[in-house]
């Protein structure tokens, strides 16, 4: 009832283009199909591409159960309290907090680690949300404590990629707190990879107004303006995976077998992503090599570029792109320098935040100076006034003493 006659005609066109590709079984609910078209601003061809390349994505997750091995690492960053699940929106979105301070990309040595979570974190996610009757989520993110050393563009770029490319219009409303200097040079960065849509959804100005606009206090933490205590220490969306052993498996879905660890479906937690795979697969992609490509800003066919990558700096090419020859002791060099960068800058926020006290009590003082002056003035001229006053009273009473001598000898 909220489409027009072309945008209908494109649903319809994509539907019919979808089953003879055999991807019914999967891709042919209305939602799903509505949202890769949203997110192609309703091009078929580039819609019907979409999908071809998240049937390749999801190929490599199809049957998987995953476990805590699968991204050890990322489990303790989830429990430091970088992201966590807690409550819904007014509309019943669910709600994820998320501290980008307290992610260092330097301890996260394996790429397929994070996309495995990320996955996994998804997929989990978007299950509580349809159990609300929504497909999207709500992030807030805090960026109290962010500096350099909590950056890494390969990695931003490789998440980005994936929700964008593979979960489309899963992201309902990101709100930005407490955004520090620093971060605008990495946002300028970042933006450029965000597509018009996605940019939209993000609220950087007036952002806490708008998050209370749309999370009811109930639900909000009372440090951001709710009544809500802190949420669970544990994110709701991992906790399963500890209750469970599961069977390990590789990135390729492949069983490992071991003889202390038997397979068990009632000992595993399985992942349904919201499109399966095709059991029609024209060509396979290695998991190492997409997550490389994902990376480098490319699609899994490698023939488009980042929309987006024209409004890029040369020199931010040079030293962030993926292609770059910088050494990592080069890097590591230049975080440092960002490092006492940022603390020369809160060391001089300091100084004004010193100046500007005194200046204040410079205020204050010249103020009482001011008030004092005025006192005295007052004071003067009463005081002449009086004195006036009491010049002016003798002078009669010697004018009338003349008269009364004039009267006594006249």
């Known amino acids: 009832n909220y ?7 494109a649903y319809d066109t994509l539907k019919q283009q979808v089953e003879a590709l055999g991807f019914a079984e999967n891709y042919l609910d209305a939602r799903c199909l509505l949202r890769f078209l949203r997110a192609r601003k309703f091009n078929v061809k580039k819609s019907l591409v979409m999908i071809q390349d998240d049937n390749l994505f999801r190929e490599q997750f199809r049957g998987r159960n995953f476990q805590l ?30 501290k980008p301070a307290l992610f260092f990309p330097s301890q996260i040595t394996d790429d397929e680690e994070l996309v495995l979570f990320f996955v996994y974190y998804m997929d989990s996610l978007l299950k509580i949300a349809d159990a609300e009757g929504r497909e999207d989520f709500a992030i807030i993110c805090d960026l109290k404590g962010w500096s ?53 959804k993000i609220c950087i100005k007036n952002a806490n107004k708008l998050m209370l606009e749309t999370i009811s206090a109930e639900m909000l933490e009372k440090k951001y303006g709710g009544n809500h205590e802190e949420w669970a220490f544990r994110d709701p969306v991992v906790a399963p995976l500890f209750d469970v052993e599961v069977m390990p498996t590789d990135v390729n879905n492949q069983s490992v077998p071991t003889d202390d660890i038997e397979e068990s479906e009632s000992d595993s ?34 023939k488009s570029k980042l929309a987006n990558k024209r409004t890029f700096s040369r020199g931010v090419q040079n030293i962030f792109s993926s292609q770059s020859s910088i050494s990592s002791e080069a890097l590591e060099r230049l975080t440092l320098q960002l490092d006492d960068l940022e603390v020369t800058v ?63 000898y006249g």
Not at 161 to 172: A, S, V
Not at 277 to 302: C, E, H
């Open 3 to 9: 489409l027009t006659e072309p945008e209908i005609h």
């Open 69 to 98: 091995s699968d991204f050890a690492s990322l489990i303790v960053f989830s429990d430091d309290g970088i992201w966590r699940h807690g409550g819904c929106d007014k509309v019943g979105r669910p709600v994820v907090y998320a």
């Open 148 to 200: 350099f050393k909590n950056f890494s563009l390969p990695l931003t770029r490789l998440l980005i990629n994936i929700l964008q490319n593979y979960y489309p219009e899963r992201l309902g409303r990101v709100f930005v707190l407490n955004m520090p200097m620093l971060f605008r040079g990495a946002w300028n960065i970042i933006y450029p990879l965000l597509d018009e849509r996605t940019r939209c």
């Open 269 to 302: 937690v399985s992942i349904e992503p919201d499109q399966l795979a095709s059991p029609k697969m024209k060509r396979f992609v290695p998991f190492s090599r997409l997550i490389n490509i994902l990376k480098g800003g490319k699609t899994i066919d490698n």
């Open 346 to 408: 809160e060391s001089l926020k300091k100084e004004q935040e010193t100046i500007n006290q005194t200046l204040r009590e410079l205020k204050l003082v010249n103020s009482a100076s001011k008030q004092r002056n005025t006192q005295c003035e007052n004071d003067a001229n009463a005081g002449w006034t009086q004195y006036s006053l009491h010049y002016l009273l003798a002078i009669m009473f010697a004018m009338q003493c003349l008269q009364l001598q004039a009267q006594l």
